[in-house]
C-alpha cells in the first residue's frame, strides 16, 4: 500500500487504478476520463492534510479526509480549513465514489459506475454514459449528453437533463425543480417524483413513448394533444401513446406544476442556427 499526505500543491501519477474514492469539503473536484497513466493534480490544498492511498494489488485509490467517511458525507457538520482543487484523471470505466460537501463537481466521460454525494455544492455530468447515483441536500446536478442510467435524489437540488439519451433515469425531489430535454430510444424508461417542485420536460414531435403525468393539486399541461386529460377529485393527469409508444416516461407531484413540452424539427432547426451563427 504506497500513502501519501498532501498538504501542498503538487501532481503524483499512479500505475493501474481500477477503482475510485475521493472524499473532499470544500473547493473543486474533478474526475476526468483518460488514456494515459492515472493522475492526480493538486491546485490547492487548505490547512488540514488530504491523504492519498492507493493499493498496487487492488488498484483501488482513495482521496480522502480520514475523518470524512462516505456514510457521514451527507451528515457532515466538522469545521475547519478544507478547501482543496483537485483534478483526477482515470480510465473511462473505472468505478467511482465521489463526496463532497460544498466543493463543485464535474464528472466527465466515465462509463463505469459512479456514484456521487453533496449536501450544497452542485455537480455536473459530462458525457457519462454509465450507471450514476446522484444524491445531493439542495445541491443541484446537471447533466450534458447523458447516454446511460441516472438516479438521482434531492430534497432542494435542482437537476438539469440537456441532450440527453438515456436508458434509464429517475429522479425524486421534495422541493428541487426537474428540467429535461430528453432523446428517448425505445427502451428508454423515464420517471420523475416531486412533492412541490416543477416538473418541466422537452421530447422530440416523433417520439415513441407511453405518458403519463399526475399531479394532486399542480398544473399538467402539455403540447401533444394526443395525450388524454383526466380530472378527478385526487387531481388532474395527461396520459396516453405518443408515436405508437415503445418507451415510457412518467412524472408525478404532489404540488408542482407538470409540463411537456414537444421540440419541432423546424424548432431544433432553428436553435441550432442560433447557436452556430
Given at each position: 500500500m504506497a500513502r501519501w499526505t498532501i498538504e501542498e500543491p503538487g501532481e503524483l501519477t499512479f500505475g493501474?487504478?481500477?477503482?475510485?474514492?475521493v472524499r473532499i469539503v470544500a473547493g473543486r473536484l474533478a474526475v476526468l476520463a483518460g488514456d494515459g497513466p492515472p493522475t492526480l493534480e493538486v491546485a490547492e490544498a487548505g490547512g488540514t492534510p488530504l491523504?492519498?492511498?492507493?493499493?498496487?494489488?487492488?488498484?483501488h485509490?482513495?482521496?480522502?479526509?480520514?475523518?470524512?467517511?462516505?456514510?457521514?458525507?451527507?451528515?457532515?457538520?466538522?469545521?475547519?480549513?478544507?478547501r482543496t482543487v483537485l483534478t483526477l484523471t482515470v480510465p473511462k470505466n473505472c468505478p467511482v465514489q465521489a463526496g463532497v460537501i460544498s466543493a463543485s463537481t464535474?464528472?466527465?466521460?466515465?462509463?463505469?459506475?459512479?456514484?456521487?454525494?453533496?449536501?450544497?455544492?452542485?455537480?455536473?455530468?459530462?458525457?457519462?454514459?454509465?450507471?450514476?447515483?446522484?444524491?445531493?441536500i439542495s445541491g443541484s446536478v446537471e447533466s450534458r449528453g447523458l447516454s446511460g442510467d441516472l438516479s438521482f435524489s434531492s430534497v432542494s437540488g435542482e437537476l438539469t437533463v440537456a441532450d440527453g439519451a438515456p436508458?434509464?433515469?429517475?429522479?425524486?425531489?421534495?422541493?428541487?425543480?426537474?428540467?429535461?430535454?430528453?432523446?428517448?430510444?425505445?427502451?428508454?424508461?423515464?420517471?420523475?417524483?416531486?412533492?412541490?417542485?416543477?416538473?418541466?420536460?422537452?421530447?422530440?414531435?416523433?417520439?415513441?413513448?407511453?405518458v403519463t403525468?399526475?399531479?394532486?393539486?399542480?398544473?399538467?399541461?402539455?403540447?401533444?394533444?394526443?395525450?388524454?386529460?383526466?380530472?378527478?377529485?385526487?387531481?388532474?393527469?395527461?396520459?396516453?401513446?405518443?408515436?405508437?409508444?415503445?418507451?415510457?416516461?412518467?412524472?408525478?407531484?404532489?404540488?408542482?406544476?407538470?409540463?411537456?413540452?414537444r421540440k419541432d424539427v423546424s424548432t431544433e432547426t432553428h436553435e441550432e442556427t442560433e447557436a452556430h451563427a
Open positions: 493501474q487504478v481500477t477503482g475510485l474514492s491523504h492519498v492511498e492507493h493499493d498496487e494489488e487492488t488498484g485509490l482513495t482521496v480522502a479526509y480520514h475523518d470524512l467517511t462516505w456514510d457521514g458525507v451527507l451528515g457532515w457538520l466538522r469545521p475547519g480549513n478544507r464535474v464528472l466527465a466521460g466515465l462509463e463505469g459506475r459512479t456514484g456521487v454525494r453533496s449536501v450544497s455544492g452542485d455537480i455536473t455530468l459530462d458525457g457519462v454514459s454509465g450507471e450514476v447515483h446522484a444524491e445531493t436508458r434509464r433515469l429517475k429522479a425524486q425531489t421534495v422541493t428541487g425543480r426537474i428540467m429535461a430535454d430528453l432523446e428517448l430510444s425505445p427502451t428508454g424508461h423515464v420517471t420523475f417524483i416531486s412533492v412541490s417542485g416543477t416538473v418541466l420536460v422537452r421530447l422530440p414531435a416523433d417520439v415513441r413513448t407511453d403525468l399526475q399531479s394532486t393539486s399542480g398544473a399538467v399541461e402539455a403540447e401533444f394533444p394526443e395525450l388524454t386529460a383526466r380530472d378527478r377529485p385526487g387531481g388532474r393527469s395527461l396520459s396516453g401513446r405518443l408515436g405508437g409508444g415503445m418507451a415510457s416516461l412518467s412524472a408525478t407531484t404532489v404540488s408542482g406544476e407538470i409540463t411537456l413540452f
